[in-house]
């Protein structure tokens, strides 16, 4: 049916009669001469049909419009200089149609335009009810693509540099309880029993390793019957690695290296390798995340110590009752923010509310270096406190100091989520960077405060610090996350492999009890 695609087009091709399939983008009548975008799944080619030159074509062009599916044949011409087109990768060629044939024509006005030409302003819902529609617009053919690249380039490295086995694992299986609820399908041949689909392949990936298979990965599907959220969907696929016998150390510079891999082969980009570090601890106290923007500065300030005996009550208070305050210092914030904004009632104070903060203080350092305090604030600072409140944050004239004050959970998470909206609002963050960071170290356990006990931060499997197993209950764990511009990309930790020290996290997190600690600690010792 056709010798090219029309994203192929070049230069090189002048000359040579194509044959093209696609469909009309558009269609534009410049005195009798029609010019006809066609566009697949490539790009885009302009077509063109002259009374004079391609007369044959001519009637059948006249016809076109946009979306009718067609068949082209004609010859490729350089494009007069007055109509070069540097933002098409086909900009310098043209096609002469001699022969046009409609493959199938539109018989009914389309719910929204497919063009590239038209400004993408369709509602969600209608673009899923015509999804075929959809996935045609540039972008989301785009976005197929690249995934396609994506994969294909992380198979090839994975297998051919450094000698992994792609394995596939069972979806119908039973249920292996992890973060989230699982989605559950019936048995027909077992009637009242149920299978579960996999949150993750963890189990079977644990089962390779014991088999001998030291080095797995699939492109895995994944279901967790959770709530939409802007980065989580009830399926997706997650490149899924389990490895034998490497150190962490060995684990942070395979995905380094595959990762600057795949982002030069896909995207042209050079990353500069190795990543960037932080602790689980460092990061909580310098950005209030544990997945933070690096691309931007605006890092948080624990006054704790210095306001500890404050006669402001709001802030003496939270730090005695194990709470802490911190400050967000904003430079150019005094002409940037107004009072308005920080007050209750207004936008900043209200994403602080979301978070649980239940109010927002503020200084303003004036032109001449002098601090702006209102209220009680004001009368409960000393001197000395508002010089060293100046030295901590580096703040300058112009700048806004934000704080916040309560538990650390809630004063890390609203100066986290202010960091953000301030960070975009003031054009601070570069959309061009690609910040990689590594967070490592984490707690072995959180408290749950609802079941009164401790509970495993990452999963149950992961392996203390050998240096930590002396107190386990306060033990960091051999986890790690890799960051992406504020993103969680990747997550993985060292499983425990020694029986004892498995049974020990099982007492810690009161997984166990009694004869049935003997059960479990087998089971884990099979594994």
């Given at each position: 049916?056709r ?11 002048i000359g040579?009669?194509v044959?093209?399939?696609g ?11 029609i ?14 049909s002259?009374p ?13 419009r ?8 004609g ?9 070069l087109n ?6 310098e060629?043209?096609v002469?149609a001699?022969q046009?044939e ?5 018989r ?14 369709v509602?969600?819902e ?15 053919s ?13 198979r090839?490295y ?6 992994f ?17 699982d ?11 149920w ?8 189990l ?5 390793m ?33 490895m ?19 982002f030069?082969?896909?995207k ?5 390798c190795?990543?960037?570090r ?14 933070p ?21 709001v ?13 967000l ?21 209200k ?26 604030i004001?009368?409960n ?8 409140l100046?030295n ?15 538990t ?9 989520r ?14 061009n ?5 590594w967070v ?16 495993a931060?990452?999963?149950?499997f992961?392996?203390p ?30 499983r ?11 007492e ?6 009694g004869?049935?600690s003997?059960?479990?600690?087998l ?5």
């Open positions: 049916m010798t090219h695609y029309c994203g192929q087009l070049r230069a090189e091709q040579e009669t044959t093209l399939c469909w009309v983008d558009r269609r534009r009548d410049h005195g009798g001469v010019f006809v975008d066609l566009r697949d799944r490539t790009g885009i080619i302009q077509i063109v002259d004079e030159r391609t007369p044959a074509s001519y009637p059948q062009a006249d016809g076109l946009n979306e009718y599916v067609v068949k082209i044949s010859r490729v011409s350089k494009r007069p200089d007055a109509s540097p933002k098409l990768a086909t900009g060629v043209e002469y001699d046009i409609i493959l199938n024509a539109l009914k006005q389309l719910p929204f335009q497919v063009s590239t030409a038209e400004p993408e302003a509602r969600e209608l673009r899923l009810k015509y999804r075929y529609l959809d996935l045609r617009r540039e972008r989301m785009r976005n197929l693509q690249l995934r396609h690249e994506i994969i294909k380039t992380l090839r994975l297998e051919d540099v450094q000698g086995l792609e394995v596939e694992t069972p979806i119908l299986t039973k249920s292996t309880p992890e973060g989230a609820r989605y559950l399908v019936p048995s027909r041949v077992n009637p009242g029993e299978y579960a689909l996999p949150q993750s392949p963890q079977f990936k644990q089962l390779l014991v088999a001998g298979c030291d080095r797995y990965y699939q492109i895995a599907r994944c279901f967790r019957d959770e709530d939409l959220r802007a980065d989580r969907q009830p399926e997706f696929t997650q490149l899924d690695m389990e034998s016998f490497m150190s962490q150390e060995e684990i942070f510079a395979l995905n380094e290296d595959m990762l600057c891999h795949l030069k082969t896909v042209g980009i050079d990353l500069p190795p990543f960037p932080l602790t689980y601890a460092d990061a909580l106290s310098r950005y209030g995340t544990d997945k923007d690096t691309r931007f500065g605006l890092e948080l300030v624990d006054v704790s110590d210095l306001l500890k005996d404050s006669g402001f009550k802030f003496s208070g939270a730090i005695a009752a194990g709470g802490v305050v911190k400050i210092p904003i430079p150019g914030g005094n002409d940037a923010i107004s009072n308005v904004r920080i007050k209750p009632g207004g936008d900043l104070f994403e602080a509310e979301t978070c649980g903060a239940r109010g927002l203080a503020y200084i303003r350092v004036r032109q001449d270096g002098e601090i702006d305090t209102i209220g009680a004001k009368d600072l000393s001197d000395a406190q508002k010089q060293e100046l901590r944050t580096g703040a300058q004239a112009g700048h806004l100091l934000l704080f916040g004050a309560g650390t959970e809630v004063v890390n998470k609203s100066l986290d202010l960091r953000q909206v301030v960070g975009a609002e003031l054009g601070l963050i570069d959309p960077k690609t910040n990689f960071l490592t170290e984490f707690p072995m356990f959180e408290w749950n405060s609802d079941e009164k006990r401790l509970e931060l990452h999963h149950p992961t392996a610090f050998p240096e930590d197993l002396a107190n386990l209950k306060t033990a960091r764990a051999q986890t790690f996350d890799l960051v992406l511009n504020g993103n969680e990309l990747v997550s993985g930790s060292l425990i492999y020694q029986p004892e020290i498995q049974q020990q996290v099982f810690t997190i009161w997984f166990i009890d004869r049935s003997q059960k479990v600690w089971l884990a010792g099979s594994l």
